[in-house]
């Protein structure tokens, strides 16, 4: 997830921001992602946070902090994209159908 001192979209209100970043959240590769990329709710917008997820050193704590099917989260996280705390299915962020 980018730095920003908490895991919530910027539209969201959040808790008391910590002076710096989590060890994690520094070591991820999306950090210098902006916002409305990683926190995007439509496949193309994501697709940068998605491809910088699979080569992420940090994917598990990300996904284990952030808890997005317990917080209704949008955006990219785990090398995901979740809307409203549920997983979009992979085939629609390819744009296709499975056979």
Same mark, same amino acid.
């Given at each position: 997830?980018?730095? +920003? &001192?908490?895991? $919530?979209?910027?539209? =969201?209100?959040? !808790? #008391?921001?910590? #002076?710096? !970043?989590?060890?994690? =959240? $520094?070591?991820?590769?999306?950090?210098?992602?902006?916002?409305?990329?990683?926190? #995007?709710?439509?496949?193309?917008?994501?697709?940068?946070?998605?491809?910088?997820?699979?080569?992420? !050193?940090?994917? /598990?704590?990300?996904?284990? +902090?952030?808890?997005?099917?317990?917080?209704?989260?949008?955006?990219?996280? &785990?090398? /995901?994209?979740?809307? $409203? &705390?549920?997983?979009?299915?992979?085939? /629609?962020?390819?744009? &296709? +159908?499975?056979?």
């Amino acid at each position: 997830m980018p730095v +920003t &001192g908490s895991c $919530s979209p910027p539209d =969201q209100p959040r !808790p #008391s921001r910590p #002076s710096r !970043p989590a060890g994690w =959240q $520094s070591a991820a590769a999306c950090a210098g992602l902006p916002p409305r990329i990683v926190f #995007s709710k439509k496949p193309k917008e994501a697709a940068p946070a998605l491809r910088a997820c699979a080569t992420c !050193p940090v994917r /598990r704590a990300c996904e284990e +902090t952030v808890a997005p099917a317990e917080n209704w989260f949008d955006g990219v996280c &785990g090398g /995901r994209l979740w809307r $409203s &705390g549920r997983p979009v299915p992979e085939t /629609r962020l390819h744009g &296709g +159908t499975r056979a």
